[in-house]
Protein backbone atom coordinates (compact mmCIF):
# COMPACT_ATOMS: atom_id res chain seq x y z
CA UNK A 1 0.00 0.00 0.00
CA UNK A 2 1.52 3.57 -0.55
CA UNK A 3 1.92 5.64 1.90
CA UNK A 4 0.52 8.79 1.94
CA UNK A 5 4.01 10.72 2.15
CA UNK A 6 5.28 8.96 -0.74
CA UNK A 7 1.76 9.38 -2.91
CA UNK A 8 1.73 13.22 -2.08
CA UNK A 9 5.82 13.37 -3.25
CA UNK A 10 4.76 11.50 -6.51
CA UNK A 11 2.44 13.90 -7.52
CA UNK A 12 4.72 16.88 -7.09
CA UNK A 13 7.06 15.13 -9.41
CA UNK A 14 3.98 14.73 -11.41
CA UNK A 15 2.80 18.18 -11.75
CA UNK A 16 6.76 18.98 -12.95
CA UNK A 17 7.13 16.80 -15.47
CA UNK A 18 3.55 18.00 -16.76
CA UNK A 19 5.49 21.89 -16.77
CA UNK A 20 8.28 20.30 -18.52
CA UNK A 21 5.86 18.85 -21.29
CA UNK A 22 3.86 20.98 -21.70
CA UNK A 23 6.78 23.68 -22.22
CA UNK A 24 8.34 21.50 -24.90
CA UNK A 25 5.20 20.78 -26.60
CA UNK A 26 4.17 24.67 -26.86
CA UNK A 27 7.02 25.76 -28.23
CA UNK A 28 7.79 23.20 -30.67
CA UNK A 29 3.79 23.77 -31.78
CA UNK A 30 4.34 27.53 -32.44
CA UNK A 31 7.12 27.81 -33.72
CA UNK A 32 5.79 29.57 -36.75
CA UNK A 33 4.50 32.33 -35.31
CA UNK A 34 7.66 32.49 -33.09
CA UNK A 35 10.11 32.60 -35.84
CA UNK A 36 7.93 35.33 -37.29
CA UNK A 37 8.00 37.41 -34.41
CA UNK A 38 12.18 37.23 -33.92
CA UNK A 39 12.11 37.74 -37.37
CA UNK A 40 14.68 35.08 -38.00
CA UNK A 41 14.55 31.55 -39.77
CA UNK A 42 12.98 28.22 -39.54
CA UNK A 43 16.36 26.55 -38.91
CA UNK A 44 17.32 29.63 -35.97
CA UNK A 45 13.70 28.27 -34.44
CA UNK A 46 14.71 24.88 -35.07
CA UNK A 47 17.85 25.22 -33.42
CA UNK A 48 16.41 26.81 -30.26
CA UNK A 49 13.83 23.78 -29.56
CA UNK A 50 16.86 21.12 -30.32
CA UNK A 51 19.36 23.04 -28.16
CA UNK A 52 17.32 22.94 -25.29
CA UNK A 53 16.41 18.80 -25.93
CA UNK A 54 20.67 18.29 -26.52
CA UNK A 55 20.86 20.19 -23.23
CA UNK A 56 18.50 17.94 -21.31
CA UNK A 57 19.70 14.67 -22.51
CA UNK A 58 23.45 15.83 -22.07
CA UNK A 59 22.66 16.83 -18.58
CA UNK A 60 20.07 13.74 -17.16
CA UNK A 61 23.12 10.98 -16.76
CA UNK A 62 24.80 13.08 -14.32
CA UNK A 63 21.73 13.95 -12.07
CA UNK A 64 22.14 10.40 -10.16
CA UNK A 65 25.62 11.26 -9.44
CA UNK A 66 25.15 15.33 -8.35
CA UNK A 67 21.86 13.51 -6.29
CA UNK A 68 24.75 11.13 -3.84
CA UNK A 69 26.84 14.50 -3.45
CA UNK A 70 23.94 17.12 -3.02
CA UNK A 71 21.23 15.28 -1.64
CA UNK A 72 17.85 15.04 -2.79
CA UNK A 73 16.11 17.61 -1.79
CA UNK A 74 18.73 20.21 -2.22
CA UNK A 75 19.61 19.53 -5.52
CA UNK A 76 15.29 18.94 -6.50
CA UNK A 77 14.52 22.10 -5.08
CA UNK A 78 17.22 23.91 -7.20
CA UNK A 79 16.33 22.32 -10.33
CA UNK A 80 13.10 23.79 -10.00
CA UNK A 81 14.16 26.96 -9.25
CA UNK A 82 16.55 27.03 -12.20
CA UNK A 83 13.72 25.64 -14.49
CA UNK A 84 11.20 28.67 -13.36
CA UNK A 85 14.16 31.18 -13.40
CA UNK A 86 14.93 29.83 -17.01
CA UNK A 87 11.88 30.77 -18.10
CA UNK A 88 11.19 33.99 -16.80
CA UNK A 89 14.58 34.89 -18.87
CA UNK A 90 13.09 32.89 -21.30
CA UNK A 91 9.98 35.64 -21.52
CA UNK A 92 12.02 38.54 -21.06
CA UNK A 93 14.76 37.95 -23.83
CA UNK A 94 15.31 40.26 -26.68
CA UNK A 95 16.61 37.96 -29.38
CA UNK A 96 17.52 34.97 -30.41
CA UNK A 97 20.86 34.98 -28.49
CA UNK A 98 19.29 35.62 -25.02
CA UNK A 99 16.53 32.77 -25.83
CA UNK A 100 18.89 30.45 -26.83
CA UNK A 101 21.06 30.95 -23.46
CA UNK A 102 17.87 31.06 -21.25
CA UNK A 103 16.50 27.51 -23.26
CA UNK A 104 19.75 25.84 -22.20
CA UNK A 105 19.26 26.57 -18.54
CA UNK A 106 15.72 25.45 -19.25
CA UNK A 107 17.22 22.07 -20.49
CA UNK A 108 19.57 21.89 -17.57
CA UNK A 109 16.39 22.47 -14.93
CA UNK A 110 14.21 19.82 -16.61
CA UNK A 111 16.69 16.94 -16.79
CA UNK A 112 17.68 17.30 -13.22
CA UNK A 113 14.12 18.02 -12.10
CA UNK A 114 12.03 15.40 -13.22
CA UNK A 115 14.79 12.52 -13.35
CA UNK A 116 15.75 12.97 -9.51
CA UNK A 117 12.10 13.62 -8.42
CA UNK A 118 11.43 10.34 -10.48
CA UNK A 119 14.35 8.74 -8.68
CA UNK A 120 13.08 9.84 -4.98
CA UNK A 121 9.62 8.52 -5.11
CA UNK A 122 10.83 5.02 -6.61
CA UNK A 123 13.54 4.77 -4.08
CA UNK A 124 12.89 1.69 -1.36
CA UNK A 125 9.03 1.76 -3.12
CA UNK A 126 7.95 -2.14 -2.65
CA UNK A 127 7.39 -3.65 -6.25
CA UNK A 128 3.61 -3.81 -4.98
CA UNK A 129 3.20 0.27 -5.40
CA UNK A 130 5.35 0.87 -8.64
CA UNK A 131 2.34 0.44 -10.91
CA UNK A 132 0.39 2.76 -9.74
CA UNK A 133 3.43 5.04 -8.60
CA UNK A 134 4.64 5.34 -11.97
CA UNK A 135 1.15 5.84 -13.30
CA UNK A 136 0.63 8.99 -11.25
CA UNK A 137 3.41 10.33 -12.79
CA UNK A 138 3.40 9.45 -15.98
CA UNK A 139 -0.50 10.55 -16.51
CA UNK A 140 -0.43 14.36 -16.39
CA UNK A 141 3.02 14.42 -18.45
CA UNK A 142 0.56 12.73 -21.15
CA UNK A 143 -1.38 15.49 -21.08
CA UNK A 144 0.87 17.99 -21.85
CA UNK A 145 1.12 17.52 -25.33
CA UNK A 146 -2.46 17.16 -25.88
CA UNK A 147 -3.33 20.65 -24.53
CA UNK A 148 -0.16 22.16 -25.43
CA UNK A 149 -1.79 22.62 -29.24
CA UNK A 150 -4.46 24.64 -27.85
CA UNK A 151 -3.13 26.67 -25.04
CA UNK A 152 -0.17 27.58 -27.72
CA UNK A 153 -3.05 28.78 -30.19
CA UNK A 154 -4.52 30.59 -27.53
CA UNK A 155 -1.66 32.47 -26.56
CA UNK A 156 -0.22 33.44 -30.58
CA UNK A 157 -3.68 34.05 -31.28
CA UNK A 158 -4.57 36.89 -28.67
CA UNK A 159 -1.34 37.52 -27.05
CA UNK A 160 2.54 37.95 -27.25
CA UNK A 161 5.44 35.04 -28.03
CA UNK A 162 6.40 35.57 -25.06
CA UNK A 163 3.47 34.77 -22.65
CA UNK A 164 4.87 31.15 -23.82
CA UNK A 165 7.01 30.76 -21.24
CA UNK A 166 4.96 32.48 -18.59
CA UNK A 167 2.67 29.37 -17.25
CA UNK A 168 5.89 27.97 -15.53
CA UNK A 169 6.46 30.80 -13.49
CA UNK A 170 3.18 29.93 -11.34
CA UNK A 171 3.86 26.87 -11.56
CA UNK A 172 6.98 26.46 -10.91
CA UNK A 173 6.66 28.59 -7.68
CA UNK A 174 4.01 26.44 -6.16
CA UNK A 175 5.92 23.06 -7.41
CA UNK A 176 8.78 24.61 -5.27
CA UNK A 177 6.63 25.26 -2.54
CA UNK A 178 4.91 22.47 -2.10
CA UNK A 179 8.53 20.72 -1.89
CA UNK A 180 10.07 22.58 0.45
CA UNK A 181 7.09 22.04 3.11
CA UNK A 182 6.53 18.06 1.78
CA UNK A 183 9.93 16.40 1.43
CA UNK A 184 11.64 15.21 4.16
CA UNK A 185 15.40 15.86 4.93
CA UNK A 186 17.83 14.29 2.38
CA UNK A 187 19.00 10.48 3.01
CA UNK A 188 21.22 9.90 -0.22
CA UNK A 189 23.67 12.41 0.04
CA UNK A 190 27.25 10.83 0.45
CA UNK A 191 30.30 13.23 0.61
CA UNK A 192 32.77 10.28 0.20
CA UNK A 193 31.84 9.75 -3.44
CA UNK A 194 34.81 9.92 -5.44
CA UNK A 195 35.04 12.74 -7.95
CA UNK A 196 33.15 13.17 -11.20
CA UNK A 197 34.27 10.66 -14.20
CA UNK A 198 34.69 13.43 -16.71
CA UNK A 199 35.81 11.07 -19.52
CA UNK A 200 33.21 9.20 -18.97
CA UNK A 201 30.66 12.06 -18.65
CA UNK A 202 31.92 13.29 -21.61
CA UNK A 203 31.53 10.44 -23.97
CA UNK A 204 28.49 9.92 -22.74
CA UNK A 205 27.07 13.89 -23.12
CA UNK A 206 28.71 14.19 -26.71
CA UNK A 207 27.20 10.48 -27.68
CA UNK A 208 23.66 11.74 -26.46
CA UNK A 209 24.13 15.48 -27.12
CA UNK A 210 25.25 14.58 -31.14
CA UNK A 211 22.18 11.76 -31.47
CA UNK A 212 19.33 15.12 -30.28
CA UNK A 213 21.51 16.92 -33.33
CA UNK A 214 20.94 14.40 -35.71
CA UNK A 215 17.49 14.76 -34.62
CA UNK A 216 17.44 18.01 -35.94
CA UNK A 217 19.46 17.80 -38.97
CA UNK A 218 17.23 15.47 -40.00
CA UNK A 219 14.51 17.34 -39.59
CA UNK A 220 15.68 20.32 -41.53
CA UNK A 221 14.22 20.51 -45.16
CA UNK A 222 17.38 22.22 -46.39
CA UNK A 223 19.74 19.52 -44.89
CA UNK A 224 21.23 16.69 -47.28
CA UNK A 225 20.96 13.13 -46.19
CA UNK A 226 24.22 12.73 -45.88
CA UNK A 227 24.78 15.08 -42.99
CA UNK A 228 21.94 13.40 -41.04
CA UNK A 229 24.04 9.64 -41.75
CA UNK A 230 27.47 11.35 -40.59
CA UNK A 231 25.81 13.10 -37.84
CA UNK A 232 23.93 9.34 -36.86
CA UNK A 233 27.20 7.68 -37.28
CA UNK A 234 29.77 10.05 -35.29
CA UNK A 235 27.60 10.21 -32.37
CA UNK A 236 26.50 6.56 -32.21
CA UNK A 237 29.80 5.64 -32.61
CA UNK A 238 30.93 8.25 -29.21
CA UNK A 239 27.96 6.84 -27.36
CA UNK A 240 29.09 3.18 -28.21
CA UNK A 241 32.63 3.76 -26.85
CA UNK A 242 30.59 5.88 -23.69
CA UNK A 243 28.94 2.43 -23.10
CA UNK A 244 31.80 0.32 -23.62
CA UNK A 245 33.63 2.19 -21.60
CA UNK A 246 31.31 2.69 -18.90
CA UNK A 247 30.52 -1.08 -18.81
CA UNK A 248 34.13 -2.10 -17.76
CA UNK A 249 34.56 0.47 -15.15
CA UNK A 250 34.16 -0.66 -11.21
CA UNK A 251 32.39 3.15 -10.33
CA UNK A 252 30.80 4.09 -12.76
CA UNK A 253 29.17 7.40 -12.57
CA UNK A 254 25.98 6.00 -14.68
CA UNK A 255 25.86 2.10 -14.78
CA UNK A 256 24.93 0.60 -17.93
CA UNK A 257 24.94 -3.00 -16.64
CA UNK A 258 21.46 -2.59 -15.47
CA UNK A 259 20.88 -3.37 -19.78
CA UNK A 260 21.51 -6.98 -18.47
CA UNK A 261 17.91 -6.58 -16.58
CA UNK A 262 15.73 -8.28 -19.64
CA UNK A 263 12.47 -6.45 -18.94
CA UNK A 264 14.38 -3.31 -18.66
CA UNK A 265 15.77 -3.72 -21.45
CA UNK A 266 12.89 -5.03 -23.94
CA UNK A 267 11.07 -2.06 -22.19
CA UNK A 268 13.24 0.82 -23.82
CA UNK A 269 13.46 -0.86 -26.51
CA UNK A 270 10.17 -0.46 -27.42
CA UNK A 271 9.40 2.73 -25.72
CA UNK A 272 12.43 4.67 -28.36
CA UNK A 273 10.02 4.23 -31.27
CA UNK A 274 6.56 4.31 -29.48
CA UNK A 275 7.67 8.07 -28.10
CA UNK A 276 8.89 8.65 -31.22
CA UNK A 277 5.57 7.84 -33.56
CA UNK A 278 3.22 9.49 -30.41
CA UNK A 279 5.49 12.20 -29.93
CA UNK A 280 4.79 13.31 -33.40
CA UNK A 281 1.33 13.75 -33.06
CA UNK A 282 1.16 17.04 -31.27
CA UNK A 283 2.82 18.43 -34.43
CA UNK A 284 2.38 16.55 -37.40
CA UNK A 285 -1.69 17.17 -36.81
CA UNK A 286 -2.20 20.97 -36.13
CA UNK A 287 0.61 21.38 -39.17
CA UNK A 288 -1.90 19.03 -41.04
CA UNK A 289 -5.23 20.74 -39.91
CA UNK A 290 -3.83 24.32 -40.32
CA UNK A 291 -1.12 23.80 -43.43
CA UNK A 292 -3.65 21.80 -45.78
CA UNK A 293 -7.22 21.80 -43.98
CA UNK A 294 -7.10 25.81 -43.63
CA UNK A 295 -8.20 25.69 -39.75
CA UNK A 296 -7.32 28.59 -37.59
CA UNK A 297 -4.67 27.78 -34.40
CA UNK A 298 -7.54 27.68 -32.15
CA UNK A 299 -9.64 25.10 -33.89
CA UNK A 300 -6.55 22.58 -34.64
CA UNK A 301 -5.72 22.57 -31.14
CA UNK A 302 -9.79 21.90 -29.91
CA UNK A 303 -9.62 18.80 -32.04
CA UNK A 304 -6.26 18.09 -30.95
CA UNK A 305 -7.71 18.26 -27.45
CA UNK A 306 -9.42 14.71 -27.71
CA UNK A 307 -6.21 13.05 -27.48
CA UNK A 308 -5.83 14.50 -23.74
CA UNK A 309 -9.49 13.29 -23.54
CA UNK A 310 -8.89 10.19 -24.39
CA UNK A 311 -5.71 9.91 -21.81
CA UNK A 312 -8.07 11.31 -19.14
CA UNK A 313 -10.43 7.77 -20.08
CA UNK A 314 -7.95 5.89 -20.18
CA UNK A 315 -6.41 6.31 -16.82
CA UNK A 316 -8.76 4.36 -14.77
CA UNK A 317 -8.65 1.38 -16.57
CA UNK A 318 -4.50 0.74 -17.33
CA UNK A 319 -4.07 -0.79 -14.34
CA UNK A 320 -6.51 -3.83 -14.50
CA UNK A 321 -6.26 -4.25 -17.96
CA UNK A 322 -1.92 -5.33 -16.86
CA UNK A 323 -3.28 -7.25 -14.08
CA UNK A 324 -5.69 -9.23 -16.24
CA UNK A 325 -4.37 -9.70 -19.42
CA UNK A 326 -0.64 -9.12 -18.68
CA UNK A 327 2.00 -6.83 -20.03
CA UNK A 328 2.51 -8.46 -23.18
CA UNK A 329 -0.75 -8.78 -24.81
CA UNK A 330 -1.67 -5.25 -23.02
CA UNK A 331 1.08 -3.46 -24.91
CA UNK A 332 0.82 -5.37 -28.13
CA UNK A 333 -2.87 -4.09 -28.75
CA UNK A 334 -1.99 -0.44 -27.51
CA UNK A 335 1.04 -0.26 -30.02
CA UNK A 336 -0.84 -1.58 -33.05
CA UNK A 337 -3.34 0.53 -32.12
CA UNK A 338 -1.34 3.88 -32.35
CA UNK A 339 -0.29 2.19 -35.81
CA UNK A 340 -3.97 1.69 -36.75
CA UNK A 341 -4.95 5.10 -36.10
CA UNK A 342 -2.16 6.57 -37.94
CA UNK A 343 -3.38 4.65 -40.99
CA UNK A 344 -7.24 6.59 -40.19
CA UNK A 345 -5.40 9.86 -40.08
CA UNK A 346 -3.66 9.23 -43.49
CA UNK A 347 -7.22 8.98 -44.81
CA UNK A 348 -8.42 12.13 -43.42
CA UNK A 349 -8.92 15.59 -45.73
CA UNK A 350 -10.52 18.80 -45.39
CA UNK A 351 -13.93 17.36 -45.95
CA UNK A 352 -13.30 14.84 -43.52
CA UNK A 353 -16.22 15.98 -40.94
CA UNK A 354 -14.98 16.97 -37.54
CA UNK A 355 -16.60 14.55 -35.43
CA UNK A 356 -14.95 11.44 -37.04
CA UNK A 357 -11.71 13.16 -36.67
CA UNK A 358 -11.37 13.94 -32.96
CA UNK A 359 -13.06 10.29 -32.80
CA UNK A 360 -9.89 9.19 -34.11
CA UNK A 361 -8.09 11.34 -31.59
CA UNK A 362 -9.66 10.22 -28.49
CA UNK A 363 -8.84 6.78 -29.44
CA UNK A 364 -5.06 7.76 -29.81
CA UNK A 365 -5.12 9.28 -26.79
CA UNK A 366 -6.74 6.31 -24.58
CA UNK A 367 -4.18 3.61 -26.55
CA UNK A 368 -0.97 6.38 -26.08
CA UNK A 369 -1.62 6.26 -22.40
CA UNK A 370 -1.82 2.46 -22.10
CA UNK A 371 1.12 2.10 -23.95
CA UNK A 372 3.23 4.48 -21.96
CA UNK A 373 2.28 3.07 -18.75
CA UNK A 374 2.82 -0.44 -19.61
CA UNK A 375 6.02 0.50 -20.79
CA UNK A 376 7.04 3.18 -17.90
CA UNK A 377 6.26 0.10 -15.36
CA UNK A 378 7.63 -2.68 -16.74
CA UNK A 379 11.26 -1.05 -16.90
CA UNK A 380 11.28 -1.08 -13.40
CA UNK A 381 9.77 -4.79 -13.05
CA UNK A 382 12.85 -6.52 -12.16
CA UNK A 383 15.17 -4.28 -11.23
CA UNK A 384 17.05 -4.65 -8.13
CA UNK A 385 16.89 -2.08 -5.30
CA UNK A 386 20.61 -1.13 -5.47
CA UNK A 387 20.55 -0.22 -9.35
CA UNK A 388 16.88 1.54 -8.79
CA UNK A 389 18.55 4.77 -9.18
CA UNK A 390 21.09 3.95 -12.14
CA UNK A 391 17.60 2.40 -13.66
CA UNK A 392 15.40 5.38 -13.49
CA UNK A 393 18.17 7.60 -14.91
CA UNK A 394 18.78 5.38 -17.71
CA UNK A 395 15.26 4.83 -18.25
CA UNK A 396 14.99 8.89 -18.26
CA UNK A 397 17.77 9.36 -20.98
CA UNK A 398 16.53 6.93 -23.47
CA UNK A 399 13.23 8.29 -23.13
CA UNK A 400 14.19 12.06 -23.74
CA UNK A 401 16.76 10.95 -26.45
CA UNK A 402 13.42 9.31 -28.24
CA UNK A 403 11.55 12.88 -27.77
CA UNK A 404 14.14 14.51 -29.41
CA UNK A 405 13.75 12.36 -32.49
CA UNK A 406 9.90 12.53 -32.02
CA UNK A 407 9.39 15.85 -33.65
CA UNK A 408 11.97 15.00 -36.11
CA UNK A 409 10.22 12.07 -36.84
CA UNK A 410 7.42 13.97 -38.17
CA UNK A 411 9.24 16.30 -40.21
CA UNK A 412 11.09 13.21 -41.82
CA UNK A 413 8.44 11.50 -42.46
CA UNK A 414 6.79 14.34 -44.19
CA UNK A 415 9.65 15.04 -46.08
CA UNK A 416 9.70 11.29 -47.59
CA UNK A 417 6.28 11.62 -48.62
CA UNK A 418 6.52 14.90 -50.39
CA UNK A 419 9.30 13.39 -52.56
CA UNK A 420 7.38 9.95 -53.10
CA UNK A 421 4.22 11.82 -53.44
CA UNK A 422 5.81 14.31 -56.22
CA UNK A 423 7.35 11.60 -58.07
CA UNK A 424 4.36 9.97 -57.76
CA UNK A 425 1.75 12.44 -58.96
CA UNK A 426 -0.05 13.27 -55.99
CA UNK A 427 -1.31 16.34 -54.81
CA UNK A 428 0.59 17.94 -51.07
CA UNK A 429 -2.12 16.27 -48.99
CA UNK A 430 -0.16 12.96 -50.07
CA UNK A 431 2.50 14.00 -48.42
CA UNK A 432 0.78 13.75 -45.10
CA UNK A 433 -0.87 10.48 -46.18
CA UNK A 434 2.44 8.53 -46.67
CA UNK A 435 3.96 10.13 -43.50
CA UNK A 436 1.45 8.64 -41.18
CA UNK A 437 1.81 5.75 -42.74
CA UNK A 438 5.48 6.04 -42.33
CA UNK A 439 4.86 6.78 -38.71
CA UNK A 440 2.23 3.49 -38.30
CA UNK A 441 5.43 1.22 -39.73
CA UNK A 442 7.70 2.86 -36.95
CA UNK A 443 4.61 2.01 -34.57
CA UNK A 444 4.71 -1.74 -35.61
CA UNK A 445 8.88 -1.88 -34.61
CA UNK A 446 6.77 -1.68 -30.61
CA UNK A 447 4.45 -3.73 -31.46
CA UNK A 448 7.11 -6.36 -33.12
CA UNK A 449 9.35 -5.72 -29.81
CA UNK A 450 6.05 -6.29 -27.71
CA UNK A 451 5.07 -9.89 -29.64
CA UNK A 452 8.77 -11.21 -28.67
CA UNK A 453 8.23 -10.66 -24.99
CA UNK A 454 7.98 -13.77 -22.81
CA UNK A 455 4.70 -13.85 -21.49
CA UNK A 456 5.36 -13.59 -18.15
CA UNK A 457 6.86 -10.24 -18.86
CA UNK A 458 5.83 -8.21 -15.56
CA UNK A 459 4.66 -10.71 -14.07
CA UNK A 460 5.98 -9.39 -10.39
CA UNK A 461 4.40 -6.04 -11.06
CA UNK A 462 1.48 -7.67 -12.18
CA UNK A 463 0.39 -10.79 -9.55
CA UNK A 464 1.87 -8.42 -6.41
CA UNK A 465 -0.30 -5.57 -7.58
CA UNK A 466 -3.28 -7.81 -8.29
CA UNK A 467 -2.76 -9.16 -4.68
CA UNK A 468 -3.07 -5.76 -3.04
CA UNK A 469 -5.47 -4.37 -5.03
Known amino acids: MIDGYRRRLALLVASCYFMENLDGTIVTTAAPKLR ?5 SSTAIGLLISTYLMTFAVVIPVGNWLMSRLGERRLFLSAI ?16 SELVVARSLQGVGAALMVPVGRIVVLANADKTDIMRLVAYIVWPSLLAPAIAPLVGGIIVTFGNWRWLFLPNVPLGAAAWIAGSLMMRPSTRRDPRLGALDWRGM ?74 MVVGSIPLLLPLMFQDRFGWSPIKSGTVVLFVFIGNVVAKPTTTPLLNRWGYRRVLVA ?73 ASAGVVALRVGGVVGHD ?29 MPRSAGDALRTLSASTD
Open 334 to 406: STAAVSFTMLVFALFDATTPVALIAVAAFVNGVVRSIGYTGFLTLVYSDVPEHDMAHGTTLAATVQQVATGFA
Open 36 to 40: AALGV
Open 202 to 275: LLTGGGLGGLVYSAFVAGEFTSSWANVVIWLAVSSSALGVAVVYLARRRDPFLDVRVFRVATFRQSLRGIFPFT
Open 424 to 452: AGLQTQGAYRIAFVLLAVLGAAATLNSLV
Open 81 to 96: ALFTLASLLCAASHNL
